[in-house]
């Protein structure tokens, strides 16, 4: 079984619609974060969060929002969604006590299509 | 403001050749550099460095670091077409723990 899964894989709506993606960990990390990835402009921050109590803004978190329900789930939401958020979201975790090397570990991957 | 450069974004070579990929940053409380490899998928780890000089290698993709002049290369000799993807660059920790990426680059190797 994967460690890192992503629901749903792929998604279409349309503009105005509220929209939530979640990730799930078996990893038993307290780090999840999640991207975005553009063509053209790599990956990109939106939220991340160090435990259930703790929930940080990344470089591009206008027009989302998330929720870390437990150590192993946190949700994306899009709260209106307009078609500038078509892109590929991945989720990531990562292990505070690996001596704080940051190696992440991602899912496969939310295809969101905004019309 | 933190930045990771990647040159090139894209190439192309024949299946056999030897390319060089490259990563400069700069970045505040600079921890590691990591590279990645992405297919049609999520991208997978294949190399973290933290030291200075010191090559990784991993078959026949080997890595170094030089972080006085901050920046590294990831090296592929005898290409295949199988490692036709995108390689990203990121290192780590932002402020935020987190890590900041390049924008990868594009490698297509042709039979």
């Known amino acids: 079984d994967a460690d890192v899964t992503q629901t749903p894989r792929n998604r279409i709506t349309k503009t105005g619609k509220r929209i939530m993606l979640e990730c799930s960990q078996t990893k038993g990390h307290d780090r999840m974060y999640w991207y975005r990835q553009d063509p053209g402009l790599g990956l990109r921050l939106i939220y991340y969060s160090f435990d259930v109590k703790d929930i940080n803004k990344g470089e591009i978190s206008d027009g989302y929002s998330v929720s870390r329900q437990a150590q192993a789930k946190f949700s994306l939401s899009l709260e209106s969604a307009i078609p500038n958020q078509t892109a590929l979201y991945f989720c990531?975790?990562?292990?505070?006590?690996?001596?704080?090397?940051?190696?992440?570990?991602f899912g496969p991957g939310t295809r969101l299509t905004v019309l | 403001e933190d930045k990771v450069v990647q040159s090139p974004l894209s190439l192309v070579v024949h299946e056999g050749d030897t390319v060089t990929l490259n990563c400069s940053y700069e970045?505040?409380?600079?921890?590691?550099l990591l590279w990645y490899k992405q297919e049609k998928k999520a991208p997978t780890f294949l190399f973290m460095l933290t030291s200075s000089g010191i090559e990784k290698k991993s078959g026949r993709l080997s890595s170094i670091l030089d972080k006085k002049e901050l920046f590294s290369i990831l090296n592929i000799t005898a290409t295949q077409t199988g490692d036709s993807a995108v390689y990203l660059c990121?290192?780590?920790?932002?402020?935020?723990?987190?890590?900041?990426f390049g924008k990868g680059t594009s490698l297509l190797v042709t039979p």
């Open positions: 990531a975790t990562s292990d505070p006590t690996s001596g704080s090397i940051p190696e992440q570990f």
């Open positions: 970045v505040t409380n600079f921890r590691s």
């Open positions: 990121a290192v780590g920790p932002n402020s935020g723990y987190a890590l900041n």
